[in-house]
């Protein structure tokens, strides 16, 4: 069954501090997996996109990372600020009858307290 | 930059009512999707459209549900006889295909059936 699995559920740091929230998934065929951040109340917002050939992307201050062999996936937010305050989701799309269908994670929630 | 765009913001239906939520997509896109998330809950594909017509749907879009294109620029769901359970948020996210992955999703309608 596909499947995406995010941890930890929840998560408070400190502004200024970094985090990693991981995703497990056991989604086939794969054509990519992404991170997106929904704020309470939104549409959730591509942060990246990675396909299998890629293990590393950057946006700003989020990178994420892929392994295809272990179905593995984290998203590394540095130096966070307030605003980094939302639910981030981790989605993988599987490729079937011309487009993309995505299978998305529970998400993280994350606080970013001063 | 352009953007996905839904009415209402918010609905409020009795149950046995029918409601159509609406979706501006974005202009040159090709493929649409509906998708929706019931309070505390993941995200759930609901269906997805191009060619004006159904591509695929999940065993949550039953015959209660319909989707809609009516004139090449409004993507609408319909819900026949809306019930408690339908209370969620709605979102409208188009892609362009032609190998892009992305989709953009729309702020969401939340639906509250009493």
């Known amino acids: 069954k596909n499947q995406v699995e995010q941890s930890p559920q929840s998560l408070i740091i400190l502004e200024g501090k970094n985090c990693t929230l991981q995703?497990?998934?056991?989604?086939?065929?794969?054509?990519?997996l992404r991170w997106y951040k929904q704020d309470t109340g939104r549409g959730p917002v591509s942060l990246t996109i990675m396909t299998f050939s890629e293990n590393t992307k950057s946006n700003g201050r989020y990178t994420a990372t892929l392994d295809a062999d272990t179905k593995q996936s984290s998203l590394h937010i540095t130096a966070s600020q307030l605003s980094d305050s939302a639910s981030y989701i981790c989605?993988?799309?599987?490729?079937?009858?011309?487009?993309?269908?995505?299978?998305f994670g529970a998400g993280t929630r994350l606080a970013v307290h001063p | 930059e352009p953007e996905v765009t839904q009415t209402p913001s918010h609905q409020v239906t009795q149950m046995g009512q029918e409601v159509i939520l609406r979706c501006v997509p974005i202009?040159?896109?090709?493929?649409f999707y509906w998708y929706r998330q019931i309070l505390g809950q993941k995200v759930e594909f609901l269906v997805s459209f191009y060619n004006n017509e159904i591509s695929e749907k999940s065993e949550i879009f039953d015959d209660q549900f319909s989707v809609e294109r009516p004139d090449g620029s409004n993507f609408t769901l319909k819900i026949r006889s809306t019930k408690l359970e339908d209370s969620a948020m709605y979102f409208c996210a188009s892609g362009g295909g032609g190998g892009s992955y992305e989709q953009y999703f729309g702020p969401g309608t939340r639906l509250t059936v009493t």
């Open positions: 989605v993988v799309s599987f490729f079937s009858g011309g487009y993309n269908k995505l299978i």
């Open positions: 202009s040159n896109h090709l493929y």
């Open positions: 995703c497990n998934y056991t989604v086939s065929p794969f054509s990519n």
